[in-house]
């Protein structure tokens, strides 16, 4: 079945360090992979969009990599605040089904002062 | 635009009855996602539209579960009758689909406490 992990357990960085976060998948074949970000008690929030056929998209501080050959995103925040803690959730679309988009469990990101 | 604006945001019940969760979609949106967020299975895809149609609802956990999208811009999804293990957030999204996009945007959540 298909199935899309994120690191399990809670990162924990210093302020003004690059957190990386990991989202690997298996089992299917996304047309494009989505970051977004959650806050306590509010919705998701969309942040970045990759495409298969790219390897690399940058937005202000983030990045995000993805590689269809080893079925990982990698998600990074350089210069990371205190503002940037929050839970960061990996998504992936566009396979047979085209709209259907599923998520991983997530990573809860605290940067410390 | 308001985003997609979710109630009740609160619902607390007793095992056995109805519980009804409404979306309004964001205006010119032509897809609908429903979630089910809990701590223990994270944000799992209960069922979505295109187009006013379901096309996938394989994620609704039983008979129990039923969503409806009456017009292009509304929708709900009803557990009847309830069970203290379908507390949990209930999140819908909209987005406009393409083949290769879907940003969605999500409500604030219904969080539901059947006891």
């Known amino acids: 079945s298909q199935k899309i992990e994120q690191n399990s357990e809670a990162l924990n960085i210093q302020e003004g360090k690059t957190a990386t976060l990991t989202c690997n998948y298996t089992?299917?074949?996304?047309?494009?992979l989505q970051w977004y970000r959650q806050d306590p008690g509010r919705g998701p929030v969309f942040l970045l969009l990759?495409?298969?056929?790219?390897k690399e998209k940058r937005k202000e501080r983030l990045k995000v990599t993805f590689d269809t050959t080893l079925k990982q995103s990698l998600f990074h925040i350089t210069a990371s605040q205190p503002a940037d803690s929050a839970t960061y959730l990996c998504?992936?679309?566009?396979?047979?089904?085209?709209?259907?988009?599923?998520f991983g469990s997530g990573t809860r990101l605290s940067i410390r002062p | 635009d308001a985003g997609v604006i979710q109630s009740p945001r609160h619902e607390v019940t007793e095992m056995g009855q109805e519980v009804t969760l409404r979306c309004k979609l964001i205006?010119?949106?032509?897809?609908l996602f429903w979630y089910r967020q809990t701590m223990m299975r994270g944000l799992e895809l209960l069922i979505y539209?295109?187009?006013?149609?379901?096309?996938?609802d394989s994620g609704m956990p039983e008979d129990r579960f039923s969503a409806k999208m009456p017009n292009a811009s509304f929708s709900t999804l009803k557990i009847q009758p309830s069970e203290p293990r379908d507390s949990a957030v209930y999140f819908c999204?909209?987005?406009?689909?393409?083949?290769?996009?879907?940003?969605?945007?999500f409500g604030e959540g219904s969080r539901l406490t059947v006891l």
């Open positions: 539209f295109n187009n006013n149609v379901p096309i996938d």
């Open positions: 205006s010119g949106h032509n897809s």
């Open positions: 999204a909209s987005s406009l689909a393409t083949r290769n996009t879907g940003e969605l945007f």
């Open positions: 990759i495409r298969e056929n790219e």
């Open positions: 998504a992936l679309g566009g396979d047979s089904s085209a709209s259907k988009i599923i």
């Open positions: 089992n299917y074949s996304p047309a494009y």
